[in-house]
């Protein structure tokens, strides 16, 4: 019977000598920042009042600015962590190694078996090097008095008719690229801009004594 009381003693203190203190049994496992630009981060995994205390405040500045990476982790009733935004988790989940971020390959050069080759910039007329521009031929033609005279330019150019006191001028543009041309008119002279037919722009002439 005595031998059956010690050995249920014993028993029931190995399951109380079994059952350590939570807080001074946990460990976190952290990044500690070093002052190595080729190794910034050392795992190491001390308990949480290690943590708490020295390693919540650690900064180091031998690299970079930068601290510690910690985990959420819990001591004295409060939860901490440390740096642990996608950044911070990504070293932490490599081994507390910075992750090597490949680059893309770049893409093929351009030729003619490409699909990638930017559309070449617009030419102006006074472009050298660019093929000559379409040209048509715009027909210029005041009545009272009468009076025609044709300018070839280059197509769907813009025309703008701008009235003087005893004349038009006639202007047209193209990008940075402008002519022009110079018409007699009197105070109730019609000017008219046509090609091929079709009415581009017209004015009449500005009245007497301007």
Same mark, same amino acid.
């Given at each position: 019977m005595?031998?059956?009381?010690? &050995? &249920?003693?014993?028993?029931?203190?190995?399951g109380?000598t079994?059952?350590p203190a939570?807080?001074?049994a946990e460990?976190?496992?952290?990044?500690?920042?070093t002052?190595?630009a =080729?190794n910034?981060? %050392?795992q190491?995994s001390p *308990?949480?009042a290690g %943590?708490y205390? +020295?390693h919540? #405040?650690?900064e180091?500045?031998g690299n +970079?600015a930068g601290g510690? @990476?910690? $985990?959420?982790?819990?001591?004295q009733?409060?939860t901490?962590?440390?740096?642990w935004?996608?950044a /911070?988790q990504?070293?932490?989940?490599? /081994?507390?190694?910075?992750p090597v971020?490949?680059?893309?390959?770049?893409? $093929? $050069?351009c +030729?003619p078996? !490409?699909?990638?080759?930017?559309?070449?910039p617009p030419c102006e007329? !006074?472009d050298q090097?660019c093929p000559p521009p379409?040209?048509v031929?715009?027909?210029?033609?005041?009545?009272?008095?009468?009076?025609?005279?044709?300018?070839?330019?280059?197509?769907? #150019?813009? @025309?703008? @008719?701008?009235?003087?006191?005893?004349?038009?001028?006639v202007?047209?543009? =193209?990008?940075? #690229?402008?002519?022009?041309?110079?018409?007699f008119?009197?105070?109730r !002279?019609? @000017?008219?801009?046509k *090609?091929?037919? %079709?009415?581009? &722009? =017209?004015a009449? /002439?500005?009245?007497? /004594?301007?």
């Open positions: 005595k031998k059956l009381l010690t &050995a &249920a003693l014993g028993v029931a203190m190995l109380v079994m059952t939570f807080a001074s460990h976190v496992t952290i990044c500690h920042r002052g190595s =080729s910034p981060y %050392v190491i *308990s949480a %943590v205390n +020295g919540l #405040a650690h180091q500045v +970079g510690d @990476i910690i $985990p959420p982790f819990g001591y009733g409060q901490y962590s440390k740096n935004d996608a /911070g990504a070293i932490w989940d490599n /081994g507390c190694n910075v971020v490949t680059p893309p390959p770049p893409p $093929p $050069p +030729g078996n !490409t699909f990638n080759c930017p559309p070449p007329i !006074t090097g379409e040209l031929r715009y027909r210029v033609f005041t009545t009272m008095p009468k009076y025609q005279t044709h300018v070839r330019w280059v197509a769907d #150019a813009h @025309i703008r @008719i701008v009235r003087h006191c005893h004349a038009f001028v202007k047209f543009t =193209s990008g940075t #690229a402008q002519t022009a041309v110079r018409v008119s009197k105070p !002279t019609f @000017i008219r801009v *090609s091929d037919g %079709v009415l581009l &722009a =017209s009449i /002439g500005k009245a007497q /004594g301007c």
